[in-house]
């Protein structure tokens, strides 16, 4: 006979096991944040359709999507209940690549499926971005949660160039969004072209130049605006990467979109700061474990910072507190460990997209 502390050992094991098993099987294979990234066979499997549903229980009446969820994850039918309670609210939103990622994810897991509660959903997400966007051609960051900064222009985290990517795709006639019937496409396509000239109108001229974009500007004036607190007016060094390479992505660009494109590399090839490198220092004794702080580096590579005072092309930094400060040091610990003060995002725009479309721009026109 065994011992008994043997044969409890072997239990104890064995239901640690199965305990690890079901934890494994209740891990999602892919992110959310992940979710457009994932193998082409992935889209048609049973676990995206499982996140697909999750997606179409997130959907608001309004036909938008709240931000910051991590949908992908196993939920129970109590907390799907609790979900679908919340589908009147008013928090659809574009911001942090919400809303076009879900239509963007439905689609493939549509085109690889074909069941038809995947392409009705992306079908009320579209109808939602079209009803959203301004007269002028603009999107608030909310809708229709119009009030204070959501009613802003916003393209702060790629909101407004997401958007804009997504309705390309559909009025291309990519053939994820085979299911978007004529009127649709038209519509997108009469969209983007309202985005582009809203782009345009956006961007600040200095000096009789164009220069960049604020992560943000008013719906009605197009000037550059204030959003939170800490983001202040400004020509961002980071946002308007995703502007740039949207413009870039026109086919037989105008002059407008030529110039507002060759102005934006100039500013970015003007305001590149060298020597500077910025790394996380771990410190026990901070409230999240670690500082981050800005060192002299001759050799590190260029950064850009998030934002620049027009007209003199100076970083510049901001706490909660609203009040500019010229270093990173000198604002709080909270918001210098937990905001991107700088970018590294435009060196590849120089360096490698900036040239192959400047040749086929050039070819395209001979």
């Not at 799907?80 to 239509?103: C, G, P, W």
């Not at 079209?130 to 909101?159: C, H, S, V």
Request: charge should be negative.
């Amino acid at each position: 006979m065994k011992p008994a502390f043997t044969t409890a050992l072997g239990l104890l094991v064995a239901i640690a096991l199965i305990a690890g098993s079901a934890i494994a099987t209740r891990t999602p294979q892919a992110a959310w944040s992940k979710i457009l990234d994932q193998p082409v066979a992935f889209y048609g499997s049973p676990e995206a359709e499982r996140i697909a549903d999750n997606v179409l229980a997130y959907q608001r009446s309004s036909g938008g999507w709240p931000k910051n969820i991590e949908m992908a994850a196993h939920i129970s039918a109590a907390e799907r209940a609790a979900i679908l309670k919340d589908r009147d609210l008013d928090d659809s939103t574009i911001d942090n690549d919400a809303t076009h990622s879900q239509i963007a994810f439905l689609a493939r897991v549509h085109h690889a499926t074909q069941k038809q509660r995947f392409s009705d959903a992306a079908l009320r997400g579209i109808d939602y971005l079209l009803e959203a966007q301004y007269e002028n051609g603009g999107w608030p960051q909310y809708y229709p949660r119009l009030k204070g900064y959501y009613r802003r222009i916003t393209f702060n985290d790629g909101a407004m160039t997401g958007v804009l990517e997504l309705l390309r795709e559909i009025a291309h006639e990519r053939p994820a969004y085979g299911f978007a019937d004529r009127e649709r496409r038209e519509r997108a396509a009469s969209a983007v072209e309202r985005g582009i000239d809203c782009i345009l109108r956006c961007q600040v001229i200095v000096d009789g130049k164009p220069a960049a974009w604020c992560a943000q500007h008013d719906e009605e004036t197009f000037a550059p605006a204030e959003a939170r607190s800490y983001e202040k007016i400004s020509l961002s060094g980071s946002e308007s990467v995703d502007i740039v390479r949207f413009l870039m992505g026109i086919e037989n660009p105008d002059e407008r979109v030529i110039d507002a494109i060759e102005g934006a590399i100039g500013w970015f090839e003007s305001v590149r700061i060298k020597g500077l490198r910025v790394e996380r220092k771990p410190d026990p004794a901070l409230p999240r474990g670690y500082d981050v702080i800005a060192v002299e580096d001759a050799g590190a590579p260029p950064l850009w910072a998030r934002f620049y005072e027009i007209g003199s092309n100076r970083p510049f930094f901001c706490g909660r507190d609203g009040v500019i400060k010229w270093s990173l040091a000198e604002i709080e610990h909270e918001r210098r460990t937990g905001y991107n003060w700088y970018t590294t995002a435009p060196e590849q725009l120089l360096v490698k997209d900036y040239p192959a479309w400047s040749e086929r721009t050039r070819t395209s026109r001979k």
